[in-house]
């Protein structure tokens, strides 16, 4: 009885061993991904509520923002109203940034589940 859960152990321990370099993988996606989605959905936030653009966060945001919108500026015009701005574009660039994570996780998975078969 107690060798076998010896071993139940040993192989668990194996597994888990295994797996980390999937999972570390994925939790560094993970974390890439929350901070452009956050980068980007505060920036949105921001236009669209009319913040201080002389304040030093939100110029940091809009900055860092600004980077990651390099790809997709201009895709759509930005509505506006006095100083409100609805930026579509972030929006495509937020829904495109997940699609890749999306994808790059599941090849990640792929990958790592080619040498289990």
Known sequence: MQEHTIVRETRQAVVDNEAKPYLLAHRIMDFFLFLIEGFLLLSFI???TAA??????????????????????????????????????????????????????????????????
């Open 46 to 48: 921001f236009q669209a």
């Open 52 to 117: 201080n653009q002389t304040a030093g966060f939100v110029r940091f945001v809009d900055d860092a923002a600004e980077i990651l919108m390099l790809p997709f500026r201009f895709i759509f015009p930005s509505a506006s109203a006095g100083n409100v701005v609805i930026d579509w574009s972030i929006l495509v660039a937020m829904l495109i940034y997940a699609l890749i994570f999306y994808a790059v996780r599941k090849a990640i998975g792929v990958v790592y589940t080619a040498d289990q078969v």
